[in-house]
């Protein structure tokens, strides 16, 4: 493609050279240029891309996108000055690709908890719908039954213009994505054209990354802002924040809600470890999932594909077919009848959501055991307040290494015990090694008790010290039964 065609729509400062020459592939890492390639000169956190501009131009680029021109440039280069580097990068790997957010419906999910759940059934449900979609999610990203392994929560731009790009080709209508505040402040979603931004909810998270939580709620807040007046933002208004995300929006303004009236109104009837009872604005069906937050993560569903044109009766029998997201609420039974859920809840809302759906389920006469740890080298505002949620709402509470990371993990489980209350102290107990807290956690359980193992979901890794091990809850919990129960 053409350089003057890839520089569609982007505001450009200043060109040195020739706007008509051929570009192979676009490249932010100088160490995959090759022959024709357009570098683009990025400023990230710890490296400057303007000072692999020179190594760039040696293997073989022959245009550069940049803040600033260098002191010696190449005259056989094309040097192109912007603004900003990365938000043109959006523009640059949408024009390569052919526009393909513009060709498909696209749905952008963002907000703390739920983005991979509502992403995942939409998915789903479209494909009990009869349509092929594509999914770009943490666990997995999808091009209808072809699956390419996750590795961030949302890919770098140029990777995402080429899954769309593919996903256009293969057929696809729909294209579902969840949306982390990581990926909106690199500008990791510019250049994409959303059809429908979705909100879940705000809590605390990532202020490792963002700092504050005003920050947090402000960058979320910038996929909304950003949304052109054709699309549709829905939002969660039960949670405080639902409303702040539509307050500088020019997309139509919808939203759900359980407990206040809303677009898409829903009412729990009944739930147990099978499933639920819905009323979702005034039609009754029944779910195989189950718990409140559930509750809100099928509402926004819902209200999706309501807005993408279907009639809801589709919808919420499309719905009742689904089956549970992996690692979410996932629910077993052994034969000697203890019931283990594993979730990925790693936050302070996400566990005490799903300690409260236990907690509704339950009669009280089984004892409730958590097994939990909190990540390393990440946000070490979230463990005390982990803490105290897991001993308050648990019959006991075994403390764990969640992915450890660079750092110790005796050292976390410390952080996560100062939140303990002093009320709570005989109701916890801290083991460091995964397995064996999983494995204490089975032998302290009777026929009937409730054993949760939070945390890592549909991880099967264990990062220690930077290396990943593998290590999947699911799998632990099945093979330490067989042994003990022989």
């Given amino acids: 493609m053409q350089l003057v065609e890839l520089l569609k729509r982007i505001p450009v400062l200043e060109i040195h050279g020739n706007d008509s020459l051929e570009i192979s592939q676009l490249v932010f890492d100088s160490r995959k240029v090759t022959d024709n390639s357009l570098y683009i000169a990025m400023r990230g956190t710890v490296v400057d891309g303007h000072s692999f501009?020179?190594?760039?131009v040696e293997k073989g680029a022959k245009a550069i996108v940049c803040e600033e021109f260098p002191e010696n440039p190449d005259?056989?280069?094309?040097?192109?000055?912007?603004?900003d580097s990365s938000k043109a990068l959006g523009h640059l790997a949408s024009n390569f690709y052919g526009n393909p957010s513009e060709k498909l419906k696209l749905i952008g999910v963002t907000g703390t908890n739920g983005k991979t759940s509502v992403s995942t059934l939409l998915f789903d449900i479209?494909?009990?719908?009869?349509?092929?979609?594509?999914?770009?999610?943490?666990?997995?990203?999808?091009?209808?039954?072809?699956?390419?392994?996750?590795?961030?929560?949302?890919?770098?731009?140029?990777?995402i213009n080429k899954i769309l790009a593919q996903a256009v080709e293969e057929g696809c209508e729909f294209a579902f994505m969840e949306v982390s505040s990581h990926g909106i402040a690199q500008n990791r979603i510019e250049g994409l054209h959303f059809k429908i931004a979705g909100f879940t909810n705000l809590t605390h998270d990532h202020l490792d990354y963002h700092k504050?939580?005003?920050?947090?709620?402000?960058?979320?807040?910038?996929?909304?802002?950003?949304?052109?007046?054709?699309?549709?933002?829905?939002?969660?208004?039960?949670?405080?924040?639902?409303?702040?995300?539509?307050?500088?929006?020019?997309?139509?303004?919808?939203?759900?809600?359980?407990?206040?009236?809303?677009?898409?109104?829903?009412?729990?009837?009944?739930?147990?470890?099978?499933?639920?009872l819905l009323n979702f604005n005034g039609k009754e069906f029944w779910t195989t999932l189950t718990g409140k937050f559930n509750v809100y993560?099928?509402?926004?569903?819902?209200?999706?594909?309501?807005?993408?044109?279907?009639?809801?009766?589709?919808?919420?029998?499309?719905?009742?077919?689904?089956?549970?997201?992996?690692?979410?609420?996932?629910?077993?039974?052994?034969?000697?009848?203890?019931?283990?859920?594993?979730?990925?809840?790693?936050?302070?809302?996400?566990?005490?959501?799903?300690?409260?759906?236990?907690?509704?389920?339950?009669?009280?006469?089984?004892?409730l055991i958590t097994v939990f740890g909190c990540g390393g080298d990440r946000d070490h505002a979230k463990r005390p307040e982990m803490g105290n949620i897991a001993t308050k709402k648990s019959t006991l509470a075994i403390i764990t290494s969640d992915n450890p990371r660079t750092e110790d993990p005796?050292?976390?489980?410390?952080?996560?015990?100062?939140?303990?209350?002093?009320?709570?102290?005989?109701?916890?107990?801290?083991?460091?090694?995964?397995?064996?807290?999983?494995?204490?956690?089975?032998?302290?359980?009777e026929p009937k008790d409730i054993v949760l193992v939070a945390g890592k979901g549909h991880e099967t890794y264990q990062e220690i010290n930077g290396v990943k091990h593998h290590f999947d809850d699911k799998e632990t919990i099945n093979e330490l039964w067989k042994l003990m129960s022989k």
């Fill in 212 to 276: 504050t939580f005003d920050e947090y709620l402000k960058t979320k807040k910038r996929f909304f802002d950003e949304l052109d007046a054709t699309a549709v933002a829905i939002t969660n208004i039960d949670d405080k924040n639902g409303n702040v995300m539509l307050q500088n929006t020019k997309a139509a303004k919808k939203s759900y809600a359980l407990k206040t009236m809303a677009d898409y109104h829903g009412r729990l009837l009944e739930v147990d470890f099978n499933g639920m």
């Fill in 297 to 367: 993560n099928l509402l926004l569903v819902f209200g999706i594909a309501s807005e993408l044109g279907f009639e809801q009766e589709e919808i919420l029998q499309a719905i009742s077919q689904l089956k549970r997201v992996s690692g979410r609420f996932e629910t077993f039974k052994s034969d000697g009848g203890i019931i283990f859920i594993v979730d990925y809840a790693h936050t302070p809302d996400a566990l005490e959501n799903i300690l409260e759906s236990i907690n509704d389920i339950r009669t009280k006469n089984e004892r």
């Fill in 410 to 445: 005796a050292a976390i489980i410390k952080e996560i015990e100062a939140g303990v209350e002093p009320q709570n102290f005989s109701k916890y107990t801290s083991i460091p090694d995964r397995k064996e807290a999983i494995k204490m956690a089975i032998k302290f359980a």
């Fill in 75 to 83: 005259e056989n280069v094309t040097y192109v000055k912007v603004k």
């Fill in 126 to 159: 479209f494909k009990n719908l009869g349509y092929d979609s594509a999914l770009l999610s943490t666990v997995e990203i999808r091009i209808a039954d072809q699956i390419i392994p996750a590795t961030h929560t949302t890919p770098d731009i140029i990777t």
């Fill in 53 to 56: 501009i020179a190594s760039s």
